[in-house]
Structures are given as C-alpha cells and as structure tokens.
C-alpha cells in the first residue's frame, strides 16, 4: 500500500464540506463514547452530551437501567437539562412540562393555556445507550446495530498489529 498517497493533509482538519459529512456519516450515526457507568450510579443521575449535532441525556432510571433521549423539548425545543447532576424525571425549563425517567410527558402545568394538543405525540424522542467494559456509548439514532455486534478489539496494540483482531 501506498501510504504516502493516502496521507492525511490539513484540508481533512478544516474543510466544512468534510466536517459536514462527518457529522452525517458517523457522529449522528454511530456509537459514540459518553462517559463512565460510574459516572451514572445512583438512580436519577444524568450526564448531557452532544453527538454530532444532536444533543443527549443519558440518566440512569430507578430500574437500574440507563435511558438516552435526545435533549430537546417536544413542546417547543428547548433545551432540558443542562451539564449533569441528579433528577427526579426531566422539566422543561421553558413551560414546566415534565417527563418520566422512560421519557413520557406526564405533566403541564396551566393545561388550557396549551390548548388543543396531542399529548401522546408529546413524549421525549429516545435515543440509543449501551455499555461496554464500564463505558457509556450512545446514539442519536435507534436504528443502529448493538454495540456487542460492533468488533472492538481489546488486545493491546502489538498483538493489534500482529493481526489477532482481524476477522
Ligand atoms: S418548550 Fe418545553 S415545555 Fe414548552
């Protein structure tokens, strides 16, 4: 293989064509590293992140289980939690409206103020979480293959090279 020919120059650093098919090909499409499971251990627990362009909270629900949805308001999109920290369900800052830890709307305050709405169409829109190995991954999409599909290789970087990961 020619290796000088596929050299990476500073054009792949700083073109915004390259950036954008980045963001559509893998950040918004792939796992993505997001934190420690230790970072999420007691049940209310969230950490905010984002991926590609989508913004994501992961929190950690009193099942145990960790639950990802994409950090944007259903109501009018804004922005919910902020950072990380701990929380009892998720309030919009905005009007209040509130969702369960399975990010199902369950609360607007001054009801009639909303007028006519679809409340079943009002939930939080879910994105995907995995762990692997005391890691965090996510995805904005749902439609994505389990990370324990995904071929990591964790052979230290010599037997790497040796080819032991190959397949
Ligand atoms: S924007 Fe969130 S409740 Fe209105």
């Known amino acids: 293989m020619d290796f000088l020919k596929h050299q990476i120059t500073g054009l792949e650093y700083s073109d915004p064509e390259i950036f954008k098919k980045e963001i559509e090909y893998i950040f918004n499409k792939t796992w993505q ?6 970072e999420l251990s007691e049940a209310g627990s969230y950490i905010t992140a984002t991926l590609g362009t989508e913004p994501i909270i992961i929190l950690k ?3 145990g289980k960790l639950r990802a949805f994409h950090n944007v308001c259903p109501h009018r999109g804004a922005r919910m939690l902020l950072g990380s920290g701990t929380c009892k369900g998720i309030v919009c800052p905005y009007h ?6 399975n ?3 369950n609360h ?9 709405i679809d409340v079943e169409s009002l939930n939080l829109r879910p994105a995907s979480v995995d762990t692997w190995r005391g890691l ?4 904005p999409i749902l439609d994505i293959e389990p990370l324990a599909s995904r071929r990591i290789c964790s052979a230290p970087a010599p037997r790497r090279a040796a080819g032991e990961c190959r397949g």
Do not use: M, N
């Not at 590293?33 to 230790?38: A, D, G, I, K």
């Open 103 to 105: 990010g199902t709307l």
């Open 33 to 38: 590293y997001f934190c420690q499971v230790s």
């Open 136 to 139: 965090v991954f996510a995805s």
């Open 61 to 63: 629900a009193s099942d």
């Open 108 to 116: 607007i305050p001054k009801r009639q103020r909303f007028g006519d």
């Open 96 to 101: 209040s409206w509130s969702f369960t830890e």
